[in-house]
C-alpha cells in the first residue's frame, strides 16, 4: 500500500495536470468560436458559387470545356488528407488516417501519391511505403491564405501537367461541436455541370459580357481555391472542438481521480492515527501491569 505521502505527491501532479487541461481546453473553445464563424461564413460562398457556375453552365450555347473537367484513364492518383499539426484531441487524427489508409489499401504504391496537410498525417505515412509528394504543416490551428494558394497551385498545377490523373480529399467536414464527418470527396477532376435549356421567360436568362465560356474559365481558379479554404476551415474548426471535448473530459476525469485519491489518503491517515493510538493505550497498558 502507498505511503501518505506517496498519496499526497500524487494529489498535487494530478491537481497540477488538471489546471494543464483546464486551460488547453479554454484556448480550444476560444479558438473553435472563431474557427467555427469563419467555417459557417464559409460555407454560404463556396454554394453560392457552385450555383453561379451551374447556372453560366446552363446558360451557355456550347460545350463547356476547362482542363479541371478533363476525365482520363486514370493510372495515377493523389490523396489529399488533412490532419492537426498537434495532437490531444482524441480520436480525430486516428479516424482520418484508418480512413485514408482503408482508402489506400485499394491500389499498390505505385499507384497512389500522397500530399499531406499537418504534421500527424505525416508522421504517420513518413514511415509507409507510399510517396509523399508534399507537406504542409505550421499552421497554428488557424487558416493561412497563401499557403492555401499554394496548395491549390501545386495541385492544379500536377493536374494540367498529368502527373496525376485524380485528386481526392480526405477531411472531417464540420457538422456541430461535437460532430465532425469524416468525408472523402474528388477535388479533381470537377464534375462538368449539367447544361440544361433555358425556357423563355426563366429566371436564368442572362446577358453575358464576355460570353459564359470566358466568364466560366475565369471562374474555376476561384472555384478549386474556395473548395480548399472550405476544407481546411472545416478541419480546423474540426480539431478544436475535439480537443476541447478530449480536455473536458480529462479534467473530469481529473477531478474523480483527486476524489478517489483523497478517499484514500483520508482512510489510510485515519488508519495511520488509529493504530498510533492502540500503540500508546497498549503502552500506558502495559507500564500499569
Not at 473553435?32 to 463556396?46: E, H, I, K, N, S
Not at 479541371?68 to 499539426?85: A, G, M, N, P
Not at 446577358?207 to 474559365?217: A, N, Q
Amino acid at each position: 500500500m502507498p505511503t501518505l505521502q506517496e498519496i499526497k505527491s500524487r494529489i498535487r501532479s494530478v491537481k497540477s495536470t488538471r489546471q494543464i487541461t483546464k486551460a488547453m481546453e479554454m484556448v480550444a473553445a476560444a479558438k473553435l468560436r472563431r474557427a467555427q464563424a469563419g467555417a459557417t461564413q464559409a460555407r454560404p460562398y463556396a454554394n453560392s458559387m457552385s450555383a453561379m457556375l451551374k447556372s453560366l453552365a446552363e446558360a451557355s450555347t456550347g460545350d463547356i470545356s476547362h482542363p479541371y473537367f478533363e476525365e482520363r484513364e486514370i493510372k495515377k492518383r493523389t490523396l489529399v488528407l488533412v490532419t492537426s499539426d498537434k495532437g490531444l484531441c482524441g480520436s480525430f487524427n486516428t479516424n482520418l488516417i484508418r480512413k485514408a489508409q482503408h482508402w489506400l489499401d485499394q491500389f499498390s504504391p505505385s499507384e497512389v501519391d500522397l500530399v499531406l496537410i499537418g504534421r500527424r498525417g505525416a508522421d504517420y505515412f513518413r514511415r509507409r511505403e507510399f510517396q509523399i509528394v508534399a507537406n504542409y504543416h505550421d499552421w497554428g490551428g488557424q487558416l493561412n491564405y497563401t499557403t492555401a494558394r499554394q496548395i491549390v497551385a501545386f495541385l492544379t498545377g500536377r493536374f494540367m501537367a498529368k502527373e496525376t490523373d485524380s485528386i481526392h480529399l480526405i477531411y472531417p467536414r464540420f457538422v456541430s461541436i461535437s460532430v465532425s464527418k469524416i468525408t472523402n470527396d474528388t477535388y479533381l477532376p470537377i464534375k462538368k455541370p449539367a447544361q440544361e435549356s433555358v425556357q423563355a421567360g426563366s429566371a436564368k436568362q442572362y446577358i453575358f459580357e464576355p460570353g459564359p465560356k470566358e466568364i466560366y474559365s475565369e471562374l474555376m481558379s476561384s472555384y478549386v481555391l474556395t473548395t480548399m479554404v472550405t476544407v481546411l476551415l472545416d478541419s480546423f474548426a474540426s480539431e478544436h472542438g475535439s480537443r476541447m471535448i478530449a480536455m473536458g473530459a480529462a479534467t473530469k476525469n481529473a477531478g474523480e481521480l483527486i476524489d478517489n485519491l483523497s478517499l484514500t489518503y483520508n482512510k489510510a491517515r485515519q488508519t495511520k492515527i488509529t493504530t498510533e493510538l492502540l500503540e500508546i493505550v497498549s503502552g500506558a497498558e502495559a507500564l500499569k501491569a
